[in-house]
């Protein structure tokens, strides 16, 4: 899901890597169509969704136009809008959905694959921070098993296989495991790693955009600079690994080769490393448990030279804090959280606040949220959470007539 996207696109390059292990037979996409058509043509699966359901003729055109490559083609079933979603993500021959949509909007076809059993390469993590507490028990009712695409988390998955306590290590549906201490997320630092708080009034959305170590979607760019993306973690950590908060710690580790870390009940700790590439987490959710042998280029320590981390500074990152206390917090809070950021970032990336208003806009909507707030929220209280977060963040912005100010 969401094949034209950074997880996307790198999932389908694993599939041209091992045809004889993986066979795309359903993908979703959102507006590239050029892109879309091209992959259908290469990959042939069985079905395609897109999320507007007017542009399945242009899709169609598209199809009849571009080049076959010498290959014969047959043009797959094409469905549209967030039923056609659905239908993909429950798709009667696939094994494993990836889900790489971005935001929210993978929230209602993650359920329907886990309602159809499928099991879950889960990058779209934001789906698991705004409904946990809606997602968890459908696992527990399909067997469906979560396997986490994010570097950090597949990395602690990673670590806890082969562990004497293998059984309850193996499932990530939020089953605290026994002699897991803690565990420490790494973070780049994002764009703004060496920047002053005082050099951020500056910041814009180019500079906000361009990751140090990473290739990936303008969102979650965005939110490795605000250092949300690490917030979000922990509490999809929280989540995946049955962890307390205070379990889980944050350490920034500018040259993104270990990918995250777990400390066991002697004290010891294991971590795994790699170059930064997602291809590594998302091949091991498709080939788990087994490994699979790639040409890849082997980690040479000694080529990287040095590995440093530093404490990640509160007062620059605020959104790194104001995930915590969501988390926390529990409930319909994360949903919140996650809906307000994603709604500030779409107004930053839409040059309509500055990178600074981004935390300020998620913390009044937080802190407005508590007198609503749900200990238990059903599936329609994260969708309508969702909603009334996106309107106060855009009404506020609009009340305190936010002026982006590019320098
Ligand atoms: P991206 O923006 O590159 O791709 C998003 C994909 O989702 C595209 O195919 C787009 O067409 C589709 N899409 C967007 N909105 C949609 C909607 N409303 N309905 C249906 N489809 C829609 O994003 P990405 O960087 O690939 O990230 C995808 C997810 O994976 C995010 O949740 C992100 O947090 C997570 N993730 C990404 C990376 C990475 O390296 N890119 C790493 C870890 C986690
Ligand atoms: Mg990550």
Same mark, same amino acid.
């Given at each position: 899901m969401g094949s034209t996207g950074s997880i996307g696109t790198q999932t389908l390059q694993i599939a041209e890597e091992f045809p004889s292990q993986f066979k795309v037979v359903a993908m979703t996409a959102g507006r590239n169509l050029p892109l879309l058509a091209e992959q259908i043509k290469k990959h042939q699966p069985e079905i395609v969704a897109i999320s507007e359901e007017d542009l399945i003729p242009k899709l169609k055109d598209l199809l009849k136009t571009t080049s076959n490559k010498g290959n014969s083609f047959k043009c797959p079933q094409i469905i549209g809008g967030k039923d056609g979603l659905n239908t993909v993500a429950s798709w009667n021959s696939a094994d494993i959905v990836v889900t790489g949509i971005?935001?929210?909007a993978g929230?209602l076809p993650t359920?329907s694959a886990?309602?159809a059993g499928k099991d879950i390469a889960?990058a779209n993590?934001?789906? =698991? $921070? ?7 028990? +459908? =696992?527990? @009712? !399909?067997? &469906?098993?979560?396997?986490?695409? %994010?570097?950090?988390? !597949? ?19 939020? $089953? ?8 420490? /997320?790494?973070? &780049? ?9 005082? +050099? ?11 990751? #140090? ?13 605000? /250092? ?11 989540? =995946? ?8 710690? @944050?350490?920034?580790? #500018?040259? &993104? ?9 002697? &004290? ?7 170059? #930064? %590439?997602?291809?590594?987490?998302i091949?091991?959710?498709l080939?788990?448990?087994?490994? /699979? ?5 082997? /980690?040479?320590?000694? +080529? ?45 990336? %839409?040059?309509? $606040?500055?990178? =600074? ?19 238990? #929220? ?23 007539? $936010?002026?982006?100010?590019? +320098?």
């Amino acid at each position: 899901m969401g094949s034209t996207g950074s997880i996307g696109t790198q999932t389908l390059q694993i599939a041209e890597e091992f045809p004889s292990q993986f066979k795309v037979v359903a993908m979703t996409a959102g507006r590239n169509l050029p892109l879309l058509a091209e992959q259908i043509k290469k990959h042939q699966p069985e079905i395609v969704a897109i999320s507007e359901e007017d542009l399945i003729p242009k899709l169609k055109d598209l199809l009849k136009t571009t080049s076959n490559k010498g290959n014969s083609f047959k043009c797959p079933q094409i469905i549209g809008g967030k039923d056609g979603l659905n239908t993909v993500a429950s798709w009667n021959s696939a094994d494993i959905v990836v889900t790489g949509i971005v935001g929210c909007a993978g929230l209602l076809p993650t359920l329907s694959a886990i309602k159809a059993g499928k099991d879950i390469a889960l990058a779209n993590k934001e789906t =698991l $921070i705004a409904a946990g507490p809606v997602v968890l028990p +459908e =696992l527990k @009712i !399909s067997g &469906s098993q979560l396997l986490p695409a %994010d570097s950090e988390h !597949s990395a602690i998955f990673q670590c806890l296989q082969g562990t004497p306590w293998e059984e309850n290590a193996r499932l990530s549906t939020g $089953i605290p495991t026994p002699g897991l201490q803690g565990i420490q /997320l790494t973070a &780049s630092g994002g764009a703004f790693r060496d920047w002053s708080i005082e +050099e951020l009034q500056k910041a814009t959305i180019k500079d906000a955009t361009s990751h #140090p170590n990473w290739s990936m979607g303008k969102k979650i760019t965005v939110d490795s600079a605000t /250092l949300m993306n690490k917030g979000l973690e922990v509490i999809e950590a929280h989540y =995946l690994f049955g962890l307390d908060y205070k379990q889980i710690g @944050i350490v920034i580790h #500018p040259q &993104s080769i270990i990918h995250s870390m777990i400390e066991l009940s002697d &004290s010891s700790v294991l971590a795994q490393l790699g170059w #930064p %590439d997602m291809k590594l987490p998302i091949l091991y959710c498709l080939s788990w448990p087994k490994r /699979l042998k790639t040409p890849w280029k082997s /980690l040479n320590l000694s +080529e990287v030279g040095e590995l440093t981390f530093r404490e990640p500074n509160t007062k620059k990152y605020p959104c790194m804090e104001l995930a915590y206390s969501a988390g926390k917090e529990g409930g319909s809070m994360p949903a919140v959280l996650n809906a307000a950021n994603e709604e500030a970032v779409a107004l930053f990336l %839409d040059e309509k $606040i500055h990178f =600074l208003d981004i935390p300020k806009l998620i913390e009044f909507t937080c802190e407005k949220h508590k007198k609503d707030f749900k200990e238990f #929220p059903s599936l329609d209280d994260v969708l309508n959470v969702d909603q009334w977060a996106r309107k106060i963040i855009r009404q506020e912005a609009d009340r305190k007539k $936010i002026n982006f100010s590019q +320098e």
